[in-house]
């Protein structure tokens, strides 16, 4: 499923530095896309994908999670924005993060700790890993 949903009419561009996360809110499973310079969110998106990728995650609002028992968004994967496209995520491996199980995003198959990925791939509400 691919949706690009602009925010405020704001541009999302190929090459834009991005920070992505998912959006709890939204109906449906779709990611927001914050431009990593003004900090404002500029999109609402499913099925594209951001390359020299950055897994971050802030122990602190992973504590306040776990604390609370509630969620926030305290994680997200920093990233050139690479544009729309549908793939065909079968033999792709999920990238994943658990604030209750993990310090880090993982690959879902190996439970191997990820900090930075070439390219990931967003669709359906979920991460996949480009090798």
Avoid: W
């Avoid at 305290?74 to 199980?101: F, I, M, R, S």
């Amino acid at each position: 499923m691919k949706i690009i949903k602009s925010v405020k009419d704001r541009k999302l561009e190929n090459y834009q530095e991005v920070k992505v996360y998912r959006n709890l809110n939204a109906l449906g499973e779709v990611f927001s896309i914050k431009d990593k310079k003004s900090g404002l969110v500029i999109a609402h998106a499913d099925g594209f994908v951001i390359s020299d990728v950055k897994c971050k995650v802030s122990e602190a609002g992973r504590q306040q999670v776990i604390r609370d028992n509630r969620k926030n968004v305290h994680a997200a994967l920093d990233g050139v924005y690479q544009g729309e496209v549908t793939l065909n995520e079968e033999h792709l491996d999920e990238l994943t993060y658990n604030p209750y199980k993990n310090e880090t995003f993982i690959n879902k198959r190996t439970y191997e700790p990820i900090f930075e990925a070439n390219k990931v791939y967003f669709t359906n509400g979920k991460a996949y890993l480009i090798p």
